[in-house]
Nanobody
Framework: QVQLVESGGGLVQPGGSLRLSCAAS????????MGWYRQAPGKQRELVAT???????NYADSVKGRFTISSDKAKNKVYLQMNSLKPEDTSVYYC?????????????WGQGTQVTVSS
């Protein structure tokens, strides 16, 4: 069973930094892409950043220049370095991965990690 486990969330002051990590495990043959999404209370889940197996990245306009996504393919991990954080970045951040196993290919979600930006 594929599992995604996030870590690294917390409370940070505006202008501060956090680094989120996500580790995928469980019967993985390959990962085609990984990414981060976020959902604030009362709002729809939105894309933050994605990275393909080839290293191509994509960012939401709201985080370009402040956030950096990276991955460690050997460890099936993805990271999100968040700098110059703003109160509007406050959300639950979810890791997503497009995973192929011996049974199927599917998208999987982590349980989410809370990021709160407040003074």
């Amino acid at each position: 069973q594929v599992q995604l486990v996030e870590s690294g969330g917390g409370l940070v002051q505006p202008g501060g930094s956090l680094r989120l990590s996500c580790a995928a495990s469980g019967g993985i043959l390959s990962i085609n892409a990984m990414g981060w999404y976020r959902q604030a209370p009362g709002k729809q889940r939105e894309l933050v950043a994605t990275i393909s197996s080839g290293g191509s990245t994509n960012y939401a306009d709201s985080v370009k220049g402040r956030f950096t996504i990276s991955s460690d393919k050997a460890k099936n991990k993805v990271y999100l370095q968040m700098n110059s954080l703003k109160p509007e970045d406050t959300s639950v951040y979810y890791c997503n991965a497009a995973v192929s196993t011996s049974r199927n290919a599917n998208h999987y979600w982590g349980q989410g990690t809370q990021v709160t930006v407040s003074s």
